[in-house]
């Protein structure tokens, strides 16, 4: 077997790849996602932090 | 040995409401912490504390419209959560009147009263002319002025504390700013009846902004004041 | 279940003294329904095929229409945080809320649906089995309706979100529904059909006092 | 103490530690990339045995190797539901924060399963059955369970208290799962009116064990996907929620030192 022959998929590469492609790249951006969002949120809270920080510093 | 069973009773008879621990969450904000209350027979709760402290959120934690974060309340010594006794002893009047637009106020009050099985139409007359509204009777609720429906809303209060005598009687009254838009003789009116439920036995707690001392109700009441337990924002 | 009886009639007087509430549901009904021979090629036998799923859909839509308002108007007056708080069964006067809003909606569109099959050329055969599967049906469709309503009580707009919840409930209804028609229609035994809408009905009718109430305590705080 | 009882204290012992979010939050922290690492491995193994090793198919060539996503993901949206619906309960019942947060949590990861599910089940069908879309009792099904977990997320957000919206969203997902086998007996029912059975059976006991082995690597690699997600996000949630503790506050200071 070589390879353009797997790629080929003995005629439906269309159909075999793009299911292939799709559903990896679904769960490649959920945990893209999540990931993304846990650094946002660490921020957000790192701020908050700071800021409660300066305040009681302030009075 | 019979002496101490017989005060045993009296004293589980007492004790009506408690509330242990109780500890309320709303939305970012820890409203209050560590709320301990006990309303007995003869007894006003009054709650205090600056706009948004959470004495409505209080209120409707103890008569099980809403649930504490943490903490429980019982009523008699039994957790309120599907509890028939306190649905049957318990009249709340809140900031909506539960009045229906479409009804007369005289029919607001009958489905009040057939609700509890009983059918006296002199009783209805009764509740209304106690609180100077009779002249309302055949008027629908929307026609009524906010003094007028709130008046209506004690009205019912009135009547099934009255009537439950045959069945089982409205012991504790739970009033949320019960004086809200009602002129200085209706005031005088509500107070004298909350006296008359507490000379009888019953208990009331309530929200209300202003202190109590001048009223007739200063000798029945006992006060909590919200700020003193605030939560940590 | 003098409970039930009592929320019953006072649901009943409070329709009587808001007419308009009482018939849109129907006017809503049949404007659908007629709506559909404009969209469609003008052909007789075509409506007599397809009209007895439209009807079913104007019906559907018409559930839900009227979906909103159940709940809606007892808590924002305050009667309903009465009937949380006094009731000892809040379950029974739900049920006879419902019970109430069922037969100004769906039993006034049931009786109205053989006018409409008249107008869709329907073999009045069909009319008998679309008559009572409507009967069964609809209590149904209010019954698990009047749960996404009860969930989305206290949000201000809440009409698209118990759309969303609650039509992909309402499909198995509907197929069964709808479905006892085609079958009739190829001259086929439907009695397993009515069965099955009676038992849909019978697990309706039980659970869904409970997940009203529940969910009316759960949101109401 | 006969192992029962030690079994048993060891369960309630667990419940109790993920029960509570600052626990969860500790714990999720070793378990997370163990389950990432599980389901990479897993899919690696799955997809090189299910695109090389496996022979194609005698009846449908090599278009059945969709199969080793089609079947997972919808395996998994029938899971996750089961997974979301049985944490709403817990929730109800026992109040337990943290059944909440994994309900929550699992609606979008379900209906993303889902949609691939029927997208791919769609491309499929198109060299099967010769068209996108067939009104097949299956891919009916799964669209209604994608209606469903929208109608779950939108009553989550709709509502503004959290916890509201906690019990909502629980409720909606219980009651779904009473209806679920109802929809689908009532779909495959209907749909048996339009056609004959199903064009092809999926997966089943007669699959030789060559097309069979990639199969069940690739649904446990999609499960501990979901496993490793689910703590990704839930991790979020905690956070989110618990935002204004103490415990969240000394973490974050720590891990910015």
Not at chain 3, 26 to 32: D, T
Not at chain 3, 41 to 57: D, N, R
């Amino acid at each position: 077997m070589n390879w353009s022959e797997f790629f080929h998929m003995g005629g439906y590469a269309f159909h075999v790849w793009s299911c292939w492609a799709l559903s990896t790249a679904c769960l490649l951006f959920i945990v893209a996602f999540a990931k993304f969002r846990n650094a946002r949120i660490k921020r957000d809270i790192a701020r908050q932090i700071q800021r409660e920080e300066r305040h009681q510093n302030n009075s | 040995m019979t002496a101490l069973a017989a005060t045993h009773k009296t004293d589980s008879d007492q004790c009506l409401l408690q509330g242990h621990d109780l500890h309320c969450v709303r939305g970012e904000r820890s409203l209050f912490t560590g709320i301990n209350v006990t309303v007995n027979r003869g007894q006003c709760l009054h709650i205090v504390g600056a706009n948004g402290s959470g004495k409505t959120s209080l209120l409707r934690i103890l008569c099980g419209l809403s649930s504490a974060d943490s903490g429980t309340v019982l009523w008699r010594k039994q957790p309120l959560a599907n509890n028939v006794d306190f649905n049957a002893s318990t009249a709340y009047v809140g900031h909506k009147d539960g009045l229906k637009n479409e009804l007369t106020a005289i029919e607001n009050l009958r489905f009040q009263q057939q609700l509890e099985g009983i059918n006296d139409e002199q009783a209805l007359d009764d509740c209304l002319a106690q609180l100077k509204i009779l002249y309302c009777a055949d008027l629908s609720a929307q026609a009524l002025s906010f003094g007028q429906r709130r008046r209506l809303a004690f009205a019912r209060l009135l009547l099934s504390s009255k009537a439950s005598s045959k069945t089982s009687s409205k012991v504790l009254w739970i009033l949320d700013e019960p004086f809200t838009g009602i002129d200085i003789h209706g005031r005088a009116l509500i107070e004298d009846l909350c006296v008359q439920h507490l000379s009888d036995g019953g208990a009331i707690v309530m929200t209300h902004h202003q202190s109590l001392d001048q009223s007739g109700l200063a000798k029945y009441r006992s006060e909590l004041n919200l700020e003193a337990h605030g939560g940590n924002l | 279940m003098n409970t039930l009886l009592l929320y019953f009639k006072r649901e009943w007087q409070l329709l009587f003294r808001n007419t308009g509430a009482l018939i849109q549901p129907l006017v809503f009904f049949i404007i659908i329904a007629l709506l559909f021979p404009f969209s469609l090629p003008a052909e007789i036998t075509l409506l007599q095929k397809i009209g007895g799923g439209i009807i079913w859909v104007a019906a559907v839509l018409a559930s839900l229409l009227s979906l909103e308002n159940m709940f809606q108007s007892d808590y924002q007056d305050g009667t309903l945080e009465q009937a949380i708080i006094h009731q000892r069964s809040l379950e029974m006067a739900m049920l006879g809320k419902v019970l109430a809003h069922w037969s100004a909606t769906g039993l006034f569109l049931t009786v109205f649906s053989p006018l409409l099959c008249l107008t869709f050329n329907i073999p009045s055969e069909q009319i008998w089995v679309l008559f009572f599967g409507l009967l069964l049906g609809t209590p149904s469709l209010t019954l698990i309706g009047a749960v996404g309503a009860a969930i989305t009580v206290t949000l201000r707009r809440g009409g698209v979100l118990i759309a969303i919840i609650i039509l992909p409930l309402y499909i198995p209804v509907l197929i069964f529904g709808a479905g006892m028609l085609s079958q009739s229609a190829q001259g086929l035994e439907i009695t397993s059909q009515l069965y099955t809408l009676a038992a849909i009905f019978v697990l309706a009718i039980t659970l869904a006092p409970f997940a009203i109430a529940s969910a009316l305590r759960a949101t109401i705080n | 103490m006969n192992p029962v009882s030690i079994i048993w204290k060891f369960l309630v012992t667990v419940y109790h530690r993920l029960g509570s979010p600052r626990e969860f939050y500790q714990i999720a922290q070793y378990t997370t990339p163990i389950f990432g690492l599980l389901s990479l491995v897993l899919f690696v193994c799955g997809a090189y045995l299910g695109l090389f090793q496996a022979p194609a198919d005698y009846q449908q060539g090599d278009s059945f190797r969709i199969i080793y996503v089609h079947v997972p993901a919808a395996w998994l949206s029938l899971f996750v539901y089961m997974v979301m619906a049985t944490a709403a309960a817990i929730g109800i019942i026992w109040r337990m924060k943290m059944a909440f947060v994994v309900a929550i949590c699992s609606a979008p990861l379900g209906a993303v399963f889902t949609a691939l599910a029927l997208i791919t089940g769609s491309i499929w069908g198109k060299p099967i059955w010769g068209t996108w879309w067939t009104w097949d009792a299956r891919l009916t099904s799964e669209l209604i369970l994608l209606f469903l977990y929208f109608g779950v997320m939108a009553t989550y957000h709709a509502f503004e208290e959290r916890k509201t919206a906690e019990k909502a969203m629980a409720m909606l997902a219980i009651i779904g799962v009473v209806i679920v086998p109802i929809i689908h007996y009532s779909v495959e029912w209907w749909s048996s009116l339009h056609q004959g059975a199903t064009i092809f059976a999926e997966g089943g006991p007669r699959m030789p064990a060559d097309m069979l082995t990639p199969l069940i690597l690739m649904i446990l690699s999609f499960m501990f996907f979901y496993g490793y997600a689910l703590f990704l996000s839930a991790q979020n949630k905690v956070l989110l929620n618990e935002r204004k503790s103490q415990w969240v506050k000394a973490a974050i200071s720590a891990a910015e030192k």
